[in-house]
């Protein structure tokens, strides 16, 4: 059984970190669908009292959203490629269009959960609803009796009001429901209108073709899978010998002594070599030739990380 879950996490992690980007953010958001809905229902209780309804509704809104775009950032390799970069290198290698590519491609993949759970937030209204119920105007509502005030509005939103009110409180509701997902409708349209012209800019600004970028994408994904998958066998295999080392002998099951008889371990990689594979990579090519990676520059030998009299860079950064 743990042989099991543990094969199904490393799918699901490997599929997650897949090329095709838009499959992973449709994931994301309909994981945040659902955890939105969750929360809703289990959750999510109006206070129903002057100046806390504010604050909670808000909150309910916000706070999830902004932990989901902290996540967002955490889980983006981008984000650990420019620390290593600003560690390592430092940024004086990068023009200012492509520092801004770089923080527009993290904060844009760190967007789609929380602007995910803005929207649905939003069309179901109910945060909404808590949050701004008791600054409605009662002069708005048509003969509203005058004795009651923001207190009793502010209780709008959990149906404990007089009956006396109960249609003034579906009005009350039916405008703010209205207002909220106008608002989700509106920030839908906004995403989808700068997705669209990303996307553009993206491909009209490219130097690549349509063709070379599909390449690079797919040659991106084959070195990573490859690289980490090799990782995996050639850190088993020198603790296999280190272990032995020390032991005297090591306990290794069929797979293990077949993969340390077929590819023997003599040595571990310098750090220089780490450093030189490690961080932002910016697709360049060198005496008309294209340098797809870190790795790939390395294997070539080409030294630096700025442009050379031999080599061109183009402002262009994977996504």
Same mark, same amino acid.
């Given at each position: 059984?743990?042989?099991?879950?543990?094969?199904?996490?490393?799918?699901?992690?490997?599929?997650?970190?897949?090329?095709? !980007?838009?499959?992973?953010?449709? =994931?994301?958001?309909?994981?945040?669908?659902?955890?939105?809905?969750?929360?809703?229902?289990?959750?999510?209780?109006?206070?129903?009292?002057?100046?806390?309804?504010?604050?909670?509704?808000?909150?309910?809104?916000?706070?999830?959203?902004?932990? =989901?775009?902290?996540?967002? !950032?955490?889980?983006?390799?981008?984000?650990?490629?420019?620390?290593?970069?600003?560690?390592?290198?430092?940024?004086?290698?990068?023009?200012?269009?492509?520092?801004?590519?770089?923080?527009?491609?993290?904060?844009?993949?760190?967007?789609?959960?929380?602007?995910?759970?803005?929207?649905?937030?939003?069309?179901?209204?109910?945060?909404?609803?808590?949050?701004?119920?008791?600054?409605?105007?009662?002069?708005?509502?048509?003969?509203?009796?005058?004795?009651?005030?923001?207190?009793?509005?502010?209780?709008?939103?959990?149906?404990?009001?007089?009956?006396?009110?109960?249609?003034?409180?579906?009005?009350?509701?039916?405008?703010?429901?209205?207002?909220?997902?106008?608002?989700?409708?509106?920030?839908?349209?906004?995403?989808?209108?700068?997705?669209?012209?990303?996307?553009?800019?993206?491909?009209?600004?490219?130097?690549?073709?349509?063709?070379?970028?599909?390449?690079?994408?797919?040659?991106?994904?084959?070195?990573?899978?490859?690289?980490?998958?090799?990782?995996?066998?050639?850190?088993?295999?020198?603790?296999?010998?280190?272990?032995?080392?020390?032991?005297?002998? !090591?306990?290794?099951?069929?797979?293990?002594?077949?993969?340390?008889?077929?590819?023997?371990?003599?040595? !571990?990689?310098?750090?220089?070599?780490?450093?030189?594979?490690?961080?932002?990579?910016?697709?360049?090519?060198?005496?008309?030739?294209?340098?797809?990676?870190?790795?790939?520059?390395?294997?070539?030998?080409?030294?630096?990380?700025?442009?050379?009299?031999?080599?061109?860079?183009?402002?262009? =950064?994977?996504?």
């Amino acid at each position: 059984m743990a042989a099991l879950i543990a094969e199904n996490f490393r799918f699901l992690s490997l599929f997650f970190k897949s090329k095709d !980007v838009m499959i992973f953010n449709g =994931l994301v958001a309909l994981g945040t669908v659902g955890s939105e809905e969750l929360f809703s229902v289990v959750a999510f209780n109006c206070p129903c009292s002057p100046a806390r309804n504010y604050i909670y509704g808000l909150a309910a809104i916000g706070v999830p959203a902004l932990a =989901l775009f902290l996540i967002g !950032v955490i889980w983006n390799n981008h984000t650990w490629n420019l620390v290593a970069e600003c560690h390592k290198r430092g940024t004086k290698n990068f023009s200012a269009a492509a520092t801004f590519l770089l923080f527009g491609s993290i904060m844009g993949r760190a967007s789609v959960a929380p602007i995910t759970w803005s929207v649905i937030s939003l069309l179901r209204g109910e945060a909404y609803i808590c949050a701004l119920s008791e600054f409605v105007k009662p002069s708005s509502l048509d003969k509203f009796p005058a004795e009651y005030g923001a207190e009793v509005l502010a209780k709008f939103p959990c149906r404990d009001v007089p009956a006396n009110l109960t249609k003034f409180r579906d009005e009350v509701t039916r405008r703010l429901r209205y207002e909220s997902q106008l608002f989700g409708w509106l920030l839908i349209g906004i995403v989808a209108v700068l997705v669209f012209l990303t996307k553009c800019l993206k491909h009209c600004c490219s130097p690549l073709s349509y063709r070379q970028e599909a390449y690079w994408a797919q040659y991106r994904s084959n070195e990573d899978k490859l690289f980490r998958r090799t990782a995996e066998v050639h850190s088993r295999i020198l603790a296999a010998k280190n272990v032995k080392q020390f032991f005297g002998f !090591v306990a290794l099951d069929k797979e293990e002594k077949e993969l340390v008889q077929e590819f023997p371990v003599e040595g !571990v990689q310098p750090s220089p070599q780490w450093n030189a594979i490690t961080g932002v990579y910016i697709y360049r090519e060198n005496k008309g030739f294209p340098l797809y990676s870190r790795l790939h520059k390395w294997a070539k030998g080409v030294e630096g990380n700025g442009p050379t009299p031999e080599g061109h860079e183009l402002l262009f =950064l994977a996504s």
